[in-house]
């Protein structure tokens, strides 16, 4: 049988079982290990995102474990190989697909949002979503690569480059992946962050960091990471920036933000947009945290069983955390 966590609708999640959905032609049948737990799945348990989710559903995008069964016509993988996802399926017919931009596909449909996602001990997913994890990588710190892939993409598309100056606004999950991304190219990292246990998160990890009320005071920066969400976090990355400077802006904005824009003319600052990643990203996490880079045992703060899944919504509700784990026990 099957364990499921099953998304209701409304906030409200329920265990269920099932039998193990068999794959079919080009499918695969994964024993999933671990799935991690993200802003995106908080504003689905806060029922923010009912539009896209079909309940019920399991939910979850963050994932590793290993292939069960192989459906007919998938090729170069074995029962039992270590495996996670990179959950996008694009149309590759609209305009951003055509432009070779796929992970952006007009139509893209997010594995795990959009359709069923990992949260659940056996999962049927297409082969070609499968990226195979490095020889020796724990299962549990492979449950990290999906979001250190969206690092990964965030520090590519910025140009960051040995030697410049880095700042992230927000010491969050994706703001703490970013610099240990930004690290490991060889820039010189600040990160900002208003609350002190994330400020002390971050220098633990080995970061500088700045309390923007207080203490910041960098205004030469090559790039800025926007990861905060906020209105004063906006302002921050903008005001950072040296001539030229790249503001990018990851975090999701849910309304239009007020935006320097004489500071844009008078410095030449550009303004860079990043969602999600391509294949590249995700191979590039993978080596990363493989090796050590990205410290996924430091930035594991809790692992519930999937019985308990509903926990780890709270503990992150609840703050104090950085990254909850679900163990799904489909991998043990």
């Not at 049927?124 to 195979?132: I, K, N």
């Not at 490991?184 to 960091?209: K, N, S």
């Not at 947009?273 to 995700?282: A, I, T």
């Not at 880079?293 to 992150?316: G, H, K, M, N, Y």
Request: charged letters at 20%.
């Amino acid at each position: 049988m099957t364990s499921t966590v099953n998304y209701l609708g409304g906030g409200q999640f329920a265990l269920a079982a099932a039998e193990p959905e068999p794959p079919g032609p080009g499918q695969v049948r994964i024993d999933v290990a671990y799935t991690g737990i993200c802003g995106t799945d908080l504003h689905i348990a806060h029922g923010a995102m009912d539009h896209r989710v079909h309940p019920p559903q399991p939910i979850g995008h963050e994932m590793s474990g290993r292939i069960g069964a192989l459906g007919a016509g998938v090729t170069g993988w074995s029962a039992g190989d270590a495996v996670t996802v990179m959950p996008l399926s694009w149309c590759g017919e609209c305009p951003a697909c055509l432009a070779g931009h796929r992970h952006i596909c007009h139509r893209l449909v997010f594995v795990g949002i959009d359709a069923p996602g990992a949260m659940q001990s056996s999962w049927t997913v297409p082969a070609e979503l499968l990226v195979r994890l490095p020889d020796g990588l724990a299962l549990d710190r492979a449950a990290l690569i999906e979001p250190t892939a969206v690092a990964v993409h965030d520090v590519r598309r910025s140009r960051l480059r040995a030697g410049e100056r880095a700042v992230i606004v927000g010491a969050g999950p994706v703001g703490l992946l970013i610099g240990c991304v930004s690290r490991a190219v060889g820039a010189e990292v600040l990160v900002v962050e208003i609350d002190p246990h994330r400020r002390a998160v971050a220098q633990d990890l080995g970061f500088a960091t700045a309390d923007p009320l207080r203490d910041l005071e960098w205004s030469d920066a090559d790039v800025a990471f926007e990861v905060s969400g906020s209105p004063g976090g906006v302002r921050t990355a903008t005001d950072v920036l040296a001539v030229r400077g790249r503001l990018v802006v990851v975090a999701i904005h849910a309304k239009p933000r007020e935006v320097d824009l004489h500071r844009v003319f008078w410095r030449e600052l550009e303004l860079i947009g990043v969602r999600v990643y391509d294949r590249g990203d995700f191979e590039e996490a993978a080596r990363l945290v493989a090796a050590g880079e990205v410290p996924a045992d430091r930035l594991i703060s809790r692992v519930v069983p999937l019985q308990e899944a509903a926990t780890a919504f709270d503990a992150l509700e609840a703050g104090g955390v950085v990254k909850v784990l679900v163990d799904c026990g489909g991998a043990s």
